[in-house]
């Protein structure tokens, strides 16, 4: 028993060493199933084309932290990408306006989410679902569906930071959503890591009424949490009607549970207090090689949902496993608080 709770508290501790290791072996037996697997133009590739779930895991993550959760942030990506591009392709309104309006709505439909669970003290998860719900079936109710793919230049045109030409003959390029994700998670990292805000949310998250006994605004947090993972989703969405070209009601809804799955892959715990930055960055980067992988290999995409869910039951089950550990290794006079 003890080794089993030593071997669980090492996982909560140090989830990074173990999935580096794991993304490390996935890497080379994937390399030797197929060559065109474990080559800069296919990692790059892989970078862009999961940036936009990346961003939008890294503000879920601040949320996980905080003792939430959220499964409305694809609807609201949806959303704030959906008025964005109309005011830019149907009333002609300059980049700042349509970018700021776009992220000002993810901002605000985070910040509901959060009044509901605070105010009207619904469960996150239970609030969310219905959100995401209402937000997304609002979207589809007034635009019928419709794609809209008259975007204006200035939010389609590709945007290369580095280009250069591999022995192959293939182009290698660091794009936008590549720099995007960069930024992103150093704005993640710094948040979490060197300012007050996330040492609280920390607290919160571990310890909810610890946190308010020692003066820590918990209505505060949240609706920073929550409006954090808004603006986060928002950005994402507008990233990702800037990669395809146009914006589409539907295309991020469906993302929720392998954004969700990558945190917690990551060491973020669904209990809260716990999750590192590179262990979400790692996270995304582990899914995305199994993903492509097994497209190379010609696997079947309903054998990725499987591995999807999995890692939310393993992960959610060393969580709890590891709290029970805790509880019974805890003093009798600390658990009764004396």
Not at 61 to 88: E, K, N
Not at 208 to 216: F, K, L, Q, S, T
Request: net charge positive.
């Amino acid at each position: 028993m003890h080794e089993q709770s030593t071997f669980l508290s090492r996982l909560q501790r140090r989830p990074e060493a173990w999935l580096l290791a794991v993304i490390l072996l996935a890497g080379l037996a994937l390399s030797l199933a197929s060559p065109t697997f474990l080559t800069l133009p296919n990692i790059v590739d892989l970078l862009e084309s999961y940036a936009v779930q990346a961003i939008m895991a890294l503000g879920l993550f601040v949320v996980l932290v905080s003792g939430g959760i959220d499964i409305s942030f694809a609807a609201t990506a949806s959303v704030a990408q959906y008025v964005a591009a109309a005011m830019a392709a149907y009333a002609g309104l300059p980049p700042l306006v349509c970018i700021g309006a776009g992220l000002l709505i993810g901002v605000a439909l985070g910040l509901l989410n959060a009044a509901l669970i605070h105010y009207v003290r619904i469960t996150s998860i239970i609030a969310t679902i219905a959100t995401m719900s209402v937000y997304f079936s609002f979207l589809m109710y007034v635009t019928g569906g419709r794609s809209i793919y008259n975007l204006p230049d200035w939010w389609t045109d590709r945007i290369t930071f580095y280009e250069t030409e591999t022995t192959s003959g293939d182009l290698v390029r660091i794009t936008l959503p590549i720099v995007a994700l960069l930024v992103a998670a150093l704005l993640t990292w710094l948040l979490m890591t060197r300012s007050k805000v996330g040492r609280q949310l920390y607290a919160m998250g571990g310890n909810p009424e610890a946190a308010r006994r020692i003066g820590i605004n918990i209505a505060g947090m949240q609706f920073f949490a929550y409006g954090f993972l808004g603006f986060m989703s928002a950005a994402a969405g507008l990233l990702q009607a800037h990669r395809v070209g146009e914006s589409v009601p539907n295309a991020l809804y469906g993302n929720e549970l392998a954004v969700l799955s990558a945190a917690v892959l990551g060491g973020a715990s669904l209990t809260g207090g716990i999750g590192t930055v590179p262990g979400v960055l790692l996270g995304i980067v582990l899914l995305a090689m199994l993903q492509n992988g097994l497209n190379l290999l010609g696997v079947s995409s309903y054998f990725f949902q499987i591995v999807i869910g999995l890692v939310i039951l393993i992960s959610t089950s060393i969580t709890v496993l590891s709290a029970r550990q805790r509880r019974r290794r805890r003093p009798i006079g600390e658990a009764l608080n004396v």
